[in-house]
């Protein structure tokens, strides 16, 4: 029944839809085309409107103008059920499973098959097995879904919307959490609903993943659509050109300041697995770091590097080693005092250890440095604005000053706030974890040359990242992590080819 | 409305209102949104109305002022209780403490035996304060230790510290009550009465310490680091930590000054009794969690505020009491005052799920603008 009406085809559209939230206009007028059987992948930076318009396409919110039509037909959706009704399923970036249920349970999750004597577990089961084996995913439907591997929780998902008869299916960052050889499976997953007929919108950060499976491309930026055009006229330059509406550059390493002496040692450092007793998660490591140096730390997910960077921070104890700050050993100081003098970390998960959700973009920007603005017992109010008002300048948040609510902000300006509260701080050294993760090219960018006039001012840096062309951008050194230990050491000429083989990672040709 | 009570809290809250209408909606004005964001204020505006019209001896200055009295136990049980609640805490205990602080004063004020010297101690009544606050204080110690640093989740740690504090209360008494806290003039410990009975400018002791107590917690928060603290602790220890926030001194130090307040609240109560009963106090703690969700402070921790707690504690205060002047049975009261409380949890829920930043407030605003347009 889905692979009614021609491939190809514009089954969902939207036509001159806008939003605005209260001043703000999310979405200026954007027409959008989702075909029959194809994928239609959304590109633009964070805050460009593309999770505004998908929650408009799923039902989540209702535009301020304009209108959908499905089928040709003018439509409009007050919940995501009913949405779902009309055969339009959403899946988040955040997957909304239960992880203590069962894969039968998940999918059937709110809308059970029920007979007279209770819930019909038999056939939900079978119906499980066969949504398994049309996706071609070996999965036992009464594994619990906490015991699957992240990609197979993505299949699961996937299974669930199709269980409602999905024509339509919006994927939001599928890819953002998968290995490789996930991402494969993934792939093949959408191939397979292609060739029955259903419809996919694709959002992804990662354009040269998207680019192999979209056969459409909408690009986005401010909130207006700024080109779309089918796969085989497009390339990854042109995406990135529509997205930023520049020539692009993540920035090479600054030149002309002097590098001065090491600003932080690192020897032999040892750091505990917590999931595996006895196994070091960091092993014997040594490193040093000078003032005005950029160093970029690389490697797989596992090899050590948040462990290493939260141990130098304070977060986590260590198990042998010592870590010298300016010459002095740091030995058992607190979190508050290793900012005190000098050493801060910007954490790699935002929302989980870098933002207080329910304080203002101010208050989180003073956080870490309250002492600067108080006076004998009390803070000064205005000594506090200055510093918030500077930090909004220095590291250019867009905000509509310093007490909006941190939720009203894009990713990568959410970022920058983690950043500025440590920048804040006056530190000598500055350790970013992932600090690009989840945000924009254009923010990408700034964060960049954040860190290189940093630098350029006597600012220790080192950076960790899992992305390789982030490593050959604003870095004097690139180390490579893996399982624990320094496994190779590059200059800014080094090629990604050498910079992953070093890691461990399968080079694909 | 000739209470200066009453006048103050009304100005300062619609202050902030105002404020927070303008933070979340540039120069908007949304009738809806105020009545949610002033709900306590409204609420306590509506009891005093209908209690007012329903008996003639409730709108007066002198009943105002009884009721306000009665109100201050609550109030600096609810203080204490909101700090520990902004950072994602509870305390159980406070009932209990107060009532073990009351029983400590009394046994002071009866006078120490030294058995191996033969001599009895009488000390002056400001030692009694200060010991009996300390004793707050210890039990609000041992609650924050075994929170922070033992990582026994607070609830379980202050439930049995409710029974642990209660415990010793009865073991000190035996059961029975301290009566006669007046002091003697020949041992120079009189004045504990002072505490509950005197009047400063017409206004009942006890009301002016739920004030300087309020004052004093409200410039804690807004005011000081610790503040900062306690709002960053309670909104997300992990980023708070990271940020140089010592979390778990923060965590040790607002169940402290919770036990501080609960013994204050017990100083007052004894001495507004002249007596002290080791049953004194048991199940205030669950009035003082109600006032400071009804002030609408969140329990998942970093939203809330002293002024919204103790219109909080005035909701129930003025309620319970006007029941009781229009001769409502005690039973009924209970219903009433539960309602209040499921009423004002609904209210909270829908004030934060519209605060979250992508869904339910958004739409409502700009449905509205769509209709002008």
């Not at chain 1, 992948?41 to 989540?60: D, Q, Y």
């Not at chain 1, 020897?267 to 160093?295: K, W």
């Not at chain 2, 120490?112 to 009895?120: C, Q």
């Amino acid at each position: 029944m889905s692979g009614a009406g021609t491939t190809g085809e514009a089954v969902l559209q939207a036509r001159d839809v806008a939003k605005s939230y209260g001043n703000v206009q999310a979405l200026k007028g954007v027409n959008f085309d989702v075909h029959r059987g194809q994928v239609t992948t959304l590109f633009g930076e964070n805050g460009a409107g593309k999770s505004t318009l998908m929650k408009i396409l799923s039902g989540v919110i209702r535009p301020t103008s304009g209108e959908i039509l499905l089928d040709g037909r003018p439509v409009a959706f007050h919940s995501t059920t009913e949405a779902r009704d009309l055969g339009i399923s959403i899946i988040h970036q955040e997957l909304s499973l239960a992880p203590n249920l069962s894969v039968r349970d998940n999918i059937f999750m709110g809308r059970e098959i029920t007979t007279a004597t209770g819930v019909d577990y038999a056939e939900e089961e079978r119906q499980t097995r066969a949504l398994m084996e049309e996706l071609e995913e070996d999965i036992d439907p009464l594994t619990p879904v906490e015991d699957l591997r992240l990609g197979q929780q993505q299949v699961v998902e996937i299974a669930r919307a199709l269980s409602v008869n999905a024509r339509i299916l919006i994927m939001d960052e599928p890819t953002s959490a998968l290995s490789a050889s996930e991402v494969e499976v993934l792939f093949k997953v959408i191939r397979d609903l292609k060739a029955r007929g259903v419809s996919i919108v694709y959002i992804s950060h990662h354009l040269e993943e998207a680019l192999q499976i979209t056969d459409h491309a909408v690009v986005l930026r401010d909130g207006t659509m700024t080109a779309r055009a089918p796969r085989s006229e497009i390339d990854l330059e042109w995406i990135v050109r529509n997205m930023v509406g520049e020539n692009f550059d993540l920035g090479s390493p600054p030149e002309g300041h002097a590098i001065g002496d090491v600003a932080l040692k690192i020897d032999g450092l040892s750091v505990p697995d917590a999931s595996a007793t006895g196994r070091s998660a960091v092993d014997g490591l040594s490193l040093e770091l000078r003032a005005g140096e950029i160093v970029c730390l690389y490697g797989l997910m596992g090899a050590g590097r948040t462990e290493m960077l939260e141990c130098i921070a304070g977060r986590l104890p260590k198990s042998g080693g010592r870590v010298l700050l300016e010459g002095r050993e740091l030995g058992r100081a607190s979190i508050a005092e290793r900012i005190a003098r000098g050493l801060v970390l910007v954490p790699e998960d935002r929302q989980r250890d870098g933002l207080v959700q329910t304080m203002s973009v101010g208050e989180n920007l003073s956080l870490a440095s309250i002492g600067a603005f108080t006076r004998g017992l009390f803070t000064s109010r205005k000594r506090e604005r200055d510093l918030v008002d500077t930090s909004i300048r220095n590291v250019t948040i867009k905000t509509d000053g310093g007490q909006a609510a941190i939720g009203s902000l894009s990713g990568g300006n959410q970022q920058k706030v983690v950043i500025g509260k440590m920048l804040a701080t006056n530190p000598r050294v500055v350790m970013l974890d992932e600090p690009s993760r989840g945000i924009d090219i254009g923010a990408k960018a700034e964060v960049f040359r954040l860190l290189a006039e940093g630098a350029q001012r006597g600012l220790a840096v080192i950076y960790s990242t899992s992305e390789v062309g982030e490593c050959l951008s604003i870095a004097h050194r690139i180390i490579v992590m893996r399982r624990g230990k320094i496994s190779a050491e590059f200059g800014p000429d080094a090629t990604k080819e050498q910079i992953m083989a070093a890691s461990g990672e399968a080079v694909v040709a | 409305m000739s209470n200066s009570n009453i006048g103050v809290i009304a100005m300062t809250d619609t202050g902030t209102i105002h404020k927070r209408a303008r933070g979340l909606f540039g120069n908007g004005f949304d009738l809806g949104r105020l009545l949610l964001e002033g709900r306590a204020f409204f609420a306590l505006i509506a009891i005093i109305i209908t209690f007012s019209m329903l008996s003639p001896f409730y709108f007066s200055t002198g009943n105002f002022l009884i009721m306000a009295s009665h109100v201050a136990i609550f109030g600096l049980l609810a203080v204490g209780m909101m700090l520990v609640i902004l950072t994602g805490g509870i305390d159980l205990s406070v009932g209990s403490t107060l009532g073990l602080a009351g029983v400590v004063a009394g046994f002071l004020m009866q006078g120490v035996t030294l058995e191996g010297l033969g001599v009895a101690l009488y000390p002056p009544v400001w030692v009694v304060v200060i010991l009996t606050c300390a004793v707050g204080a210890l039990v609000g110690l041992v609650n924050g230790v075994l929170i922070a640093v033992f990582k026994v989740p607070a609830f379980v740690a202050t439930l049995g510290l409710l029974y642990v504090a209660r415990g010793v209360a009865l073991l000190m008494t035996d059961g029975l009550t301290y009566n006669n806290l007046g002091g003697k003039p020949e041992l120079g410990n009189t004045g504990f009465d002072w505490l509950g009975f005197n009047r400063v400018f017409d206004v009942p002791i006890g009301v002016l310490v739920l004030a300087a107590v309020a004052l004093g917690a409200s410039l804690l928060l807004n005011r000081t680091a610790f503040g900062r603290w306690v709002y960053s602790t309670g909104g997300n220890a992990r980023a708070a930590e990271l940020s140089g926030v010592p979390v778990k001194r923060v965590t040790v130090l607002v169940y402290v000054l919770s036990g501080i307040c609960a013994a204050i609240a017990g100083l007052v109560l004894s001495s507004q009794l002249t007596s002290a009963g080791p049953t004194a106090g048991t199940t205030y703690e669950l009035t003082a969690i109600a006032a400071v969700v009804i002030g609408g402070a969140a329990l998942t921790g970093g939203r809330g505020n002293i002024r919204g707690t103790l219109l909080g504690a005035f909701v129930i205060g003025f309620l319970s009491d006007g029941l009781v002047i229009i001769g409502v049975s005690s039973y009924w009261q209970t219903v009433f005052t539960g309602a209040v409380i499921v009423l004002a949890v609904l209210l909270n829920s829908i004030q934060y799920s519209h605060r979250r930043p992508s869904s339910a407030a958004k739409p409502k605003t700009s449905a509205t603008q769509g209709s002008k347009a």
